[in-house]
């Protein structure tokens, strides 16, 4: 199963990278940089519906693949994963871009513009494959693994992250140079998140091992 969600998220990843082509083809013929070129309303409202429905696809996917909600959830945290990996690797295959990891890009429109160096995005990424496979290994019959004050803790870390990406909106109309992008925000959000569940799926093992040593 994950060998085609991941066959999926690839393929898809590929798309969106090709949509972006375009679009820099348009706006930034002379290379993709800030400030942001202005959208017109019903262009922006067009690309506002594309990253809706991105996400609404991805999410297909995950209930289509699985039927129990965390394995859903996990489905779709790999399929997001894979695909915004894909998305940057094929931006780098068509365009050469980006130039290193810590070249700023706009990531995501709703509700306001996200930004942030491709590394950020990229760690984000990288840490729900990880976690959705370790999930997707687990027997389909186990014990649920996340307990409410884990799935609270996740949350609580990832609307951090996410306040990281949307820390400069207010500021786009400047130049790139004027933006500085909150490391040491995004990494309470996201140590705190991978360390918290790293914790518990430790504890979770170091459980299993005094119960098959007894």
């Not at 890009?105 to 990288?126: E, H, M, N, Q, Y």
């Amino acid at each position: 199963m994950l060998l085609w969600c991941a066959v999926f998220a690839t393929a898809f990843g590929v798309i969106e990278g090709a949509v972006v082509v375009y679009l820099r083809e348009i706006y930034y013929p002379e290379g993709f940089g800030f400030p942001l070129r202005e959208m017109a309303p019903r262009l922006l409202l067009t690309e506002l519906v594309r990253e809706a429905a991105t996400i609404l696809l991805l999410l297909a996917a995950a209930m289509l693949a699985e039927r129990r909600p965390l394995r859903r959830f996990a489905v779709f945290a790999f399929c997001f994963g894979v695909w915004d990996i894909t998305y940057y690797a094929a931006l780098k295959a068509f365009l050469g871009w980006p130039p290193s990891l810590l070249t700023w890009d706009i990531l995501f429109l709703i509700p306001l513009p996200w930004t942030g160096p491709v590394l950020a995005p990229a760690l984000v990424s990288l840490a729900l494959v990880a976690a959705a496979i370790a999930l997707l290994r687990r027997p389909k019959d186990s014990a649920p693994f996340l307990r409410p004050v884990d799935w609270a803790v996740e949350v609580v870390a990832g609307l951090v992250v996410i306040a990281s990406f949307l820390w400069n909106a207010p500021d786009l109309a400047g130049s790139e140079a004027s933006l500085s992008y909150p490391w040491w925000l995004f990494a309470i959000g996201y140590g705190g998140g991978v360390l918290w569940i790293l914790r518990r799926a430790l504890g979770s093992v170091s459980k299993v091992g005094r119960k098959d040593r007894g």
